[in-house]
């Protein structure tokens, strides 16, 4: 079964056919990193340093919003804003549980990728897809927020954080 992922991101429309992400861009695996210089390593106790964010990078079929992606990371277009949920399922219904805001947002890279179906690991998800495409979004502001599910099921309370990284503080 594929991922219950979808990325909105402004001006760009996927093919999603859920009701509630319709035209979104559909992702099957995502990753991210955040780091902290701090200075234990350099014999200087243990002081923080400076924030480090990588890339959110994004894995998806090659849909509708090709073009698009490649249009905007070739002519360095900022989008204004993005958002990435996940769903899991709660009862019959499922619940958005995590979701990544992202503001001032630069596609950094676009790589389609082929699946050499002839390898005996590929899962049948993968056969279907045929091709895909890595995206990288580059960013200069985030907020995460978890939302907890309650013993009964639905939505419970939320957690959350965010970070101006071009200033260097929370947000």
């Known amino acids: 079964m594929p991922a219950d992922i979808f ?6 429309k996927g093919e ?3 009701d509630k992400h319709k035209d979104e861009i559909e992702i099957q695996t995502w990753a991210w990193e955040i780091k902290n210089t701090g200075s234990a390593h350099f014999g200087s106790g243990m002081g923080a340093g400076k924030m480090q964010a990588g890339d959110l990078l994004l894995e998806k079929r090659i849909d509708v919003s090709t073009p698009a992606l490649l249009r905007a990371c070739a002519t360095g277009k900022h989008i204004a804003s993005a958002t990435l949920v996940a769903r899991k399922d709660d009862g019959d219904k499922k619940l958005e549980y995590f979701k990544i805001e992202l503001k001032d ?4 890279s676009v ?3 082929s699946i050499d179906l002839t390898k005996s690991d590929i899962t ?17 502001e985030f907020k995460v927020v978890y939302i907890t599910q309650t013993q009964g099921g639905g939505s419970g309370p939320q957690v959350e954080f965010g970070y101006n990284i071009a200033q260097n503080k929370t947000a």
Not at 7 to 12: R, W
């Open 111 to 113: 790589e389609s990728v």
């Open 7 to 12: 990325l909105k991101i402004d001006g760009i």
């Open 105 to 108: 947002i630069l596609i950094s």
């Open 124 to 140: 049948k998800e993968q056969r279907a897809f045929g091709a895909l495409e890595r995206v990288s979004l580059n960013f200069a």
């Open 16 to 18: 999603s056919k859920d």
